[in-house]
């Protein structure tokens, strides 16, 4: 009996090795889709930057075309002086003139804000580039590691379920039931008892149950977690 208990023993490590790789395993396809997303937010801001820039420019063209509206207006305006018969027109023509110079005179301080922005919003852009870079540089890496690292846990795992097989084979059949059934509440499904505890729960263990234990008498489980035991001298 002291042999089956220590092939499950082995079993159960082999099981719980096998559990945190598949864990891992499963985890891959939510990392990649992680550095999809960061590499989706470089180009985001790479296309906020480009769309802003866009903006100021299209903003420096359409002052760009008042003050060359105003200008017509006002050369038009200023050549009609000397058509003006009354006082009241040309006063009426001055301030007509006056209001297309104010309005060229604003125009050009837009354009000039306007350039002060392309300016700046070109700093973000070229400042978005090179971290968006970085970010394609940094994930295509971190994307090969993860190939390496999905390649790598399909061998492991495929020695282990072969380990795993072989361990089992040598188990009777109403023991490895018993395991299985425990195996699915609890993981590790066997531990260790060691200076009178259960190393699976970390709780004390009856005296009788140690005796029967040393004695070899079945299988003996924790009455607290229920995981199958094995004295740590026979481990």
Excluded: F, W
């Excluded at 945190?20 to 590499?39: H, K, N, T, V, Y």
């Amino acid at each position: 009996m002291i042999q089956g208990i220590q092939a499950l023993l082995e079993l159960s490590r082999v099981d719980v090795q096998i559990a945190e790789l598949e864990e891992e395993q499963a985890g891959l396809p939510a990392a990649r889709e992680a550095l999809i997303l960061e590499r989706q937010k470089g180009l985001a801001a790479i296309e906020a930057a480009q769309a802003a820039l866009t903006a100021a420019e299209q903003e420096q063209r359409r002052y760009e075309a008042t003050v060359a509206d105003r200008e017509a207006l006002r050369a038009k305006l200023e050549g009609q002086q000397h058509q003006i018969k009354s006082n009241a027109a040309y006063t009426v023509l001055l301030h007509e003139i006056d209001q297309a110079r104010a309005a060229i005179s604003d125009a050009e301080t837009k354009i000039l804000e306007a350039m002060e922005g392309i300016e700046t919003v070109r700093a973000v852009l070229d400042r978005s580039r090179a971290t968006g870079k970085g970010i394609d540089d940094r994930t295509a890496q971190q994307e090969r590691a993860l190939a390496e690292r999905e390649k790598a846990l399909d061998q492991t795992l495929g020695n282990l379920r072969r380990d795993r097989d072989g361990l089992a084979d040598g188990v009777d059949a109403a023991l490895l039931q018993r395991y299985a059934k425990i195996a699915t509440r609890r993981r590790p499904a066997v531990a260790v008892a060691e200076k009178g505890r259960c190393l699976g729960c970390r709780v004390g263990l009856p005296p009788q149950q140690l005796i029967e234990l040393r004695r070899g008498a079945g299988l003996i489980a924790c009455h607290n977690c229920q995981r199958l035991l094995v004295l740590a001298e026979h481990s």
